[in-house]
Nanobody, 119 residues
Framework: QVQLVESGGGLVQPGGSLRLSCSAS????????MSWYRQAPGQERELVAS????????NYADSVKGRFTISRDNNRETVYLQMNSLKPEDTAVYYC????????????WGKGTLVTVSS
């Protein structure tokens, strides 16, 4: 089954850390760029970070630069988001996205994992 499954969300205090995981199945993971997005209540979904298919290049939203790190393990077919120095404004549902690639497959989204940053 072609799918993305996120995990690792939860409740954390401001200043704390979490690592999100997104496990892929049913497709050739290593040919796709991957991204993490987030959507806070009442807000539009926004791009947090992206990583190229082989992990050579990464991009981050200005709001998370220096605090979040995206990485991937193509052997485990998993992409990660290490989140440090978390702030209440990081509270959101975090989604994993497979970036569609012509000749291979379309965009694919996971169902999300909730991150709540609160004392």
């Amino acid at each position: 089954q072609v799918q993305l499954v996120e995990s690792g969300g939860g409740l954390v205090q401001p200043g704390g850390s979490l690592r999100l995981s997104c496990s892929a199945s049913g497709f050739i993971f290593s040919v796709y760029g991957m991204s993490w997005y987030r959507q806070a209540p009442g807000q539009e979904r926004e791009l947090v970070a992206s990583i190229s298919s082989l992990g050579v290049s990464t991009n981050y939203a200005d709001s998370v630069k220096g605090r979040f790190t995206i990485s991937r393990d193509n052997n485990r077919e998993t992409v990660y988001l290490q989140m440090n120095s978390l702030k209440p404004e990081d509270t959101a549902v975090y989604y994993c996205r497979r970036i569609g690639r012509p000749g291979y497959g379309m965009d694919l989204w996971g169902k999300g994992t909730l991150v709540t940053v609160s004392s």
